[in-house]
C-alpha cells in the first residue's frame, strides 16, 4: 500500500514482525517495528520524508559518516495508557537538541514539521508494537548521519535523517556501582560533550570496560582539567543527596542538557526538596560518604529514567550507600512516570498526545 501526501511518503509493509516478537521477553535495543522514517539531504534541501518497511540502507565505503564521524541522534519513548492513547514526554526538547547537536557538527536543521509530522505518523502505523502497563513503553531512536561519498575532511553536502523504534520493557539493570574517573574524561571544554554525537558514546567504551574489570559497572566522568569535579554517570546525568539536599552538576559544553535531569530539577522545586545546580567535587562527595552524610546517587536518562546506584570506587577505596525505604530516586521515578503514562496531572504541559 502507498500513499503520498504534500509532505510524507508512506509505503506500508505487506507483513509484520509482532506476531512473532516476544513482548515480554525483550532485550532493550534489539528489536524494532515493522517501518521507519528516512529522509535525504541533497542540493542544500531535506527532501520529502518517507515512511517505509524497516530494513537495510545502502551507503558508500566513501561516506563521509564513516571516515569523520558526522552522527548524531536522540532518545525519546513513546506509551500508551489504558485508553490507548499514545503519548510523548517532552518531544519538543529532543527536537531542539538534535539540531543543536547537529549545529556542532555542522549538520543542516532538520525541519520541525517533518519531525513531528513523521514522528506521529511513524508511531500511528506501528502503535500496536506500544504496549500498555507501566514500564513498557516504545524507545525511539531518531539520527542523522552524512552520506557524501567523498574522503575529503569537509563537511558532507548529502545526509540522511531517520527514525526507527524499538518496544521496550520495564528496565532493570540489578546493582549499579560506579568508578569515579581519575584520568578518562567524557568531554573537554570547547568540545563536543553537550551534543548527542555518536563519537562521544564510542570513546566511553573502552574506560568503561576497564572498570567492568574492577568490578564496576559504570563510570563517574570528572572534568577534564582537573577530574575534581564530578559530571556524568556513564551515559545519563548523575544526582547525588547529601542529607536532604540534592546536588547535580550545572549543564555546559561538556554536559548533555537531560530531559529527565531538567524534568527532576522542576519536580524537586514543586515538592520543596532542596536543589542545587552547582559543581560537585569528588572530595566533598568522599568526605559525605565517609561521614555517612551520602544518602543516595542516581542516573537520570530516558532509558531507565532513573537508575539507583548503590556504591563508588575512587582512588582505590570503595563505599557503599545506606539501603533506604523512601528515596529521593524511586518518588521522582514515580512521579515522572505517572505523568509519562496520563496517570497524573500534567501542570507543565509535558504530556504530548499522538493524535490518532
Given amino acids: 500500500m502507498k500513499t503520498d501526501t504534500s509532505s510524507l511518503e508512506i509505503i506500508k509493509s505487506t507483513t509484520s514482525k509482532l506476531d512473532q516478537t516476544k513482548l515480554d521477553k525483550l532485550v532493550f535495543g534489539e528489536i524494532f517495528t515493522d517501518h521507519m522514517l528516512e529522509c535525504d539531504y541533497e542540493n542544500g534541501k531535506w527532501k520529502t520524508p518517507k515512511i517505509k518497511p524497516y530494513g537495510p540502507i545502502e551507503l558508500m565505503p566513501s561516506a563521509k ?3 569523520y564521524g558526522q552522527a548524531v541522534f536522540e532518545g525519546m519513548k513513546a506509551f500508551k495508557d489504558e ?14 537538541r538534535i539540531n543543536v547537536s547537529g549545529a556542532r557538527l555542522a549538520i543542516p536543521e532538520f525541519p520541525k514539521d517533518y519531525f513531528f509530522n513523521g514522528l506521529e505518523e511513524l508511531l500511528k502505523i506501528d502503535k500496536e508494537w ?5 514500564g513498557n513503553s516504545l524507545y525511539i531512536r531518531p539520527f542523522v548521519i552524512a552520506t557524501e561519498e567523498c574522503v575529503s575532511a569537509a563537511p558532507s553536502t548529502k545526509y540522511k535523517f531517520m527514525i526507527i523504534c524499538s518496544p521496550a520493557q520495564a528496565y532493570y539493570s540489578g546493582e549499579v556501582r560506579v568508578k569515579f574517573s ?7 571544554d570547547g568540545g ?9 558514546y564510542a570513546a566511553q567504551f573502552h574506560p568503561t570496560n576497564l572498570a567492568k574489570e574492577e568490578g564496576f559497572q559504570q563510570i563517574v566522568w570528572t572534568d577534564a582539567n582537573t577530574h575534581e569535579y564530578l559530571e556524568e554517570a556513564g551515559t545519563m546525568n548523575i544526582f547525588f543527596r547529601v542529607g536532604d539536599k540534592l546536588l547535580t552538576a550545572p549543564t555546559s559544553d561538556r554536559i548533555l542538557d537531560g530531559v529527565t535531569r531538567k524534568s527532576i530539577i522542576t519536580l524537586a522545586e514543586e515538592f520543596n526538596i532542596p536543589v542545587e545546580v552547582r559543581k560537585v567535587s569528588v572530595k566533598e562527595i568522599v568526605e559525605a560518604a565517609r561521614k555517612g552524610e551520602l544518602k543516595e546517587m542516581f542516573g537520570a536518562g530516558t532509558a531507565a529514567v532513573i537508575n539507583p546506584i548503590v556504591g563508588f570506587g575512587h582512588k582505590g577505596e570503595k563505599f ?34 499522538v493524535k490518532q
Avoid at 506500544?130 to 507501566?134: L, R, V, W
Wanted: aromatic share 20%.
Fill in 83 to 96: 485508553d490507548d492513547k499514545i503519548w510523548l514526554f517532552r518531544p519538543e526538547e529532543n527536537f531542539k
Fill in 192 to 200: 563536543v560533550g553537550y551534543a548527542k554525537a555518536a563519537g562521544n
Fill in 65 to 67: 559518516v564513516f571516515h
Fill in 320 to 353: 557503599e550507600l545506606p539501603k533506604l525505604e523512601d528515596t529521593y530516586a524511586s518518588f521522582f521515578k514515580d512521579k515522572l512516570m505517572k505523568i509519562q503514562y496520563n496517570q497524573a496531572e500534567d501542570k507543565y504541559g509535558w504530556r504530548y498526545e
Fill in 182 to 188: 581519575e584520568t578518562f574524561s567524557r568531554a573537554a
Fill in 130 to 134: 506500544i504496549q500498555k502497563g507501566f
